[in-house]
């Protein structure tokens, strides 16, 4: 008889507070530093696993360096995977978190797909809430009211061994740092520049995700391989890579953040399209992908209902002539780019094939009105059960 | 006017040596600890770099961990790269590398294109042979005859700005550990196992790499999504996957080596094919693949001078139906996979859409002859340009 040992599932309810010796002073929101993005708060949750005891008990640690064999797993063969979050400091002083179990089964995608261990996504949530009720009061206290901490969970493999194999050990990381603006909500209102982004289209040579490929997947190798095309298009002036793929050059993600284009059909209708979440796995699923749809479909369905003129919402293939031909005759009322640290961002130029696309920013009321709205939700001025309140460990 | 600084280059004769508090004892050859592949040597070199400064003095320091940032570049986003290469210890006591250079400059290539800092691939080698220098008289001892040790330079973005851009700090470090037989060169003629390999090809649901993508370059990103794939083929009893793209189904590489075919023509002629390294950059331009094409290249050119039947060699695409049918007329006389890691591994099996498609091993006796010359240059036993001796220092 084969006796197995369980091994331990992730478990939030363990977790040990350690000493924090050294806390750093708090930046003002205009603080200069904040803009390096290495301004974290004071500590971390980190959990170990290993494949032979599974998780072991989380901790809260000061925020500090992790220690990696040269030989590590995630160093040599990327087996890393991560997750974008914000939790929200509310005009009414609470804090909130915006449909984060979105993002913890996410993470759990990522990591089964980059053949890290697996996890209860609720347990994830649970340890992220735990980390913002104890680092809130003082990196987001109740005074920054509409403002917010970016939240970064990560797991990397650990195990030491060369050998390439399935990581048997491996290391989960959950911290918060600020995010300079525009994407810190001081006023979501107001966070979009007053220029909209401008976007390069990758060059044919230069492929982000292909079917079969990991790009519905949060895993570092989906990013260190696109800087090149993106720093050539930052040294060109643009602001983000327009990721295409295929023969017909249809758009996938703008940056890392999901493209959405509201135009008219050539039967006078509006409609917000974004490319589909198909079986090719080009696209990675966006929570703020996934609100903005459900808000434009619940919002602006019918003449009866909606305040605005009403739009269809369509998911499907947006290729670069179709955007060509719109913008040629004149149907394009906007475009923008939908991501949890990029906010909701209009794109006022599209670089294409040595041509200038120039998009119309915010002919349609509609996305500011979306914003308006989301903002509202996310800053607990409207009720919604998209949004959970974090409970905050007294000061 | 602008006074610009130049940055530093790597400069291998900076290097400081630090003292060894801890030496570890070494295994011998058949320690089951080898197989772990954990067992590296006392010492490790590494070079740091910042965008500002250029690279620093390198210092060969004691083997240990590197110390990150939750947010460094490498752990988010992948900015990592690295090399395999072998030192031996040739049967005349000597040290030597195989064609080092080749290796140096794909080190560069693959740093370039993850967006890391360039280097002079003749100093990275001067760092590896003094490294080689140092730790081989006491890990590769003189009387180790035919034996070899790994060297993994491994170089990661350390950056710890979370945002996502070219990394303004990174890591190089080079270091070296045993790997067990099959490819530890005890006898390199000796080093197959005595069944061959048994491959799957990957689902069509499964792509390693793609038109525009990295598969050409030596980056963490291209090996940890596909454990994926390789841990289902371990599971079913393969030991490795055989990668394929396109509708067509063609074949790119065999887990991280090089495929070769050697069979008949439908004329009857003998044909050596390996796929070609085209501007679809879908195949690792592997420094052992090379050399068999070379070596297959002067060994059996013509019947005049070569010892065994001439064999035309062929960089062209090879289907999957290609091999089925070859191997339904009894034309396959054999198949391999090649590496510096693998060394030369004969294949007996192929799973294939649920059929099992059985190679022939060691029909032709080209395979046994070139594994024989190839191990003959490698340890000093024929003298070859693509050798260098590493002058080791006293112990």
Known sequence: ??????????????????PLDSPKPVPTPDDSSISALKTTTDRMITVSWTAAEGWASPQLVPYGPLSLMPTASALQYATECFEGMKLFRGHDGRLRLFRPLYNCQRMLSSASRISLPQFEPDELLKLIRRLCAMEAPKWLPRDRTGSALYIRPTMVGTDSSLGFKVPEEAQLCIFMLYWPSPSMVTDPTQSVSRRGMRLLTSSEA????????????????????????????????????????????????????????????????????????DNEGLILAGNTRQTILELFRTSFASSASSPLEPCNVLERRITMSDIECAVGEGLVLGAFAVGTAAWIQEVEEIGHDGREIRINISKAPHVAYIREKLAGIMLGDVENDWVEIVEEAAI
Do not use: C
């Not at 008889?1 to 350690?18: G, H, I, N, P, R």
């Not at 190798?221 to 090149?228: D, V």
């Not at 095309?229 to 983000?240: C, I, L, P, V």
């Open 1 to 18: 008889m084969t006796v197995t040992k369980a091994v331990s599932s992730l478990d939030a309810s363990k977790l040990e507070v350690l």
């Open 206 to 277: 230069a492929v982000r995700s292909w079917p079969g490929g990991t790009g519905l997947a949060k895993i570092g190798g989906n990013y260190g391989p696109t800087l090149f095309e993106h720093n050539k298009a930052k040294a060109r002036g643009y602001d983000q890579v327009l990721w295409l793929y295929g023969p017909d050059r249809r758009i996938t993600e703008a940056g890392s953040t999901n493209f959405f284009i509201l135009w008219r059909t050539p039967a006078g209708e509006l409609e917000l399209t974004t490319p589909p979440l």
